[in-house]
């Protein structure tokens, strides 16, 4: 919850109904409209195909696309190469979408945060109503292709995946408790089910597994991320843990779940789709992550504080990008199983 | 006589006239757009032709 006195903006004036009542004013006032005037204050149509390009997100989509072809590769079974780069185009699309959606919900807070002040719609280059109608099309669009296309399973949980991120994450928690990313995380945790879906046609344990592995960096990773912009998150009343709970709180919590992810990051090899290979270079990456995460929890609020957290959330993305690599790397060439007895000894 | 022709001026509402930066923008997205949907239709074939294989000649003749 928030704390009493912490600010919370109003939710900004949409800049096209506004535009919309200065005309009914001057029609009222029965004042002709200037030239000058429409020009100045276009009710929608200055975006760009850039600016709507940007609503999608790129920089999280990569993401999403790569742990999606991790799913979609290590999954059992074969795809056709067309099949699963439709699969891939339907999870980029959609991932998309929820992020044009929620740049729509957010466009009052993201006006209050540096971060993400240049956003289209609080910049005013695409209207909250454009940016609502290209999200919501897109989220159509990708699930029923996704469905005629690939199967329903896979469609189905993506738009699940949407919906928890607009609907779950961006209006229920996001405003509403310092819990929003570690439950709203699962949203960026789906991609590589869906894609694993888009190959078998269900949901396993496998499978769990690589949600499992993003739901809980998630945290650990938005943290570090928060601690430095906890005043930006202050500024536009979003109850971040740093802004409710404090820095040392939010050290220790980043601690606790980077213990409990360096184990998770583990089962791919007990249950038999990762090799020696996955297991080795993991079990360093996780000592490393968990080096950084001690190193952060032991530090005071200040320039170091913000240097280790800084530190854990560039090493948490190579860290996830390099544990998914190696997933992919094993299978391409065969290497995802480890020898017989090589975990429980005797076998 | 002048204060009629200043009266039906008041009246009068001009159409929003697009400035050259608007008409660009708008150009752009409307080829994204065309763009996006060739592609869409360009997709639904080669999945169809992929999907039906080599039964996309099993057909009688």
């Given amino acids: 919850m928030l704390r009493s006195g912490s600010p919370r903006p109003e939710r900004l004036e949409r800049p096209a109904s506004k535009d919309l009542q200065e005309r009914s004013v001057d029609f009222m006032s029965d004042t002709a409209i200037s030239n000058e005037r429409t020009q100045a204050l276009p009710d929608g149509g200055m975006g760009s195909a850039r600016d709507f390009f940007e609503l999608l997100k790129p920089r999280v989509m990569s993401l999403v696309i790569f742990t999606a072809l991790v799913g979609i590769v290590v999954a059992p079974g074969d795809i056709h190469p067309v099949i699963g780069f439709t699969a891939l185009l339907c999870i980029a699309v959609g991932a998309g979408a929820s992020g044009a959606l929620n740049m729509w919900y957010d466009a009052d807070i993201d006006a209050h945060m540096t971060r993400t002040v240049k956003r289209p719609i609080p910049a005013g280059r695409v209207t909250p109503s454009e940016a609502a109608a290209f999200g919501a099309t897109l989220s159509v669009f990708s699930v029923m292709t996704m469905g005629v296309l690939v199967n329903w399973v896979a469609a189905a949980l993506l738009a699940f995946t949407i919906f928890f991120y607009v609907a779950v994450y961006t209006v229920w928690l996001k405003r ?51 601690l430095r912009s906890s005043d930006d998150y202050k500024n536009a009343g979003v109850p971040m843990l740093p802004v409710v709970a404090g820095d040392k709180a939010t050290r220790r919590q980043i601690m606790i779940y980077s213990a409990l992810l360096v184990p998770v990051t583990l089962l791919p090899g007990f249950l038999g789709f990762a090799g020696p290979l996955y297991m080795g270079v993991t079990a360093v990456l996780g000592a490393g992550f968990l080096w950084l995460a001690f190193s952060l929890w032991r530090k005071e609020p200040g320039a170091a504080q913000e240097k280790a957290a800084m530190r854990l959330f560039g090493y948490s993305i190579l860290y996830l990008f390099l544990i998914f690599s190696l997933l992919l790397v094993e299978k391409i060439f065969g290497l995802d199983a480890l020898p017989a007895g090589a975990l429980v000894p005797g076998m | 006589m002048a204060q009629e022709q200043d009266e039906s001026k008041r009246h009068e509402v001009e159409a929003p006239r697009w400035t050259e930066e608007q008409i660009k923008r708008r150009r752009q997205r409307n080829l994204a757009i065309a763009w996006a949907l060739a592609g869409f239709i360009v997709l639904f074939f080669v999945v169809t032709i992929v999907k039906l294989g080599g039964n996309v000649a099993n057909r009688p003749i």
């Fill in chain 1, 176 to 226: 509403r408790t310092p819990q929003n990313i570690v439950i709203g995380g699962a949203a960026g945790a789906f991609p590589p089910m869906i894609g694993w879906a888009a190959v078998t046609g269900t949901v396993t344990l496998e499978s769990a597994v690589l949600f499992l592995i993003i739901f809980m960096w998630t945290p650990p990773h938005f943290w570090a991320l928060a």
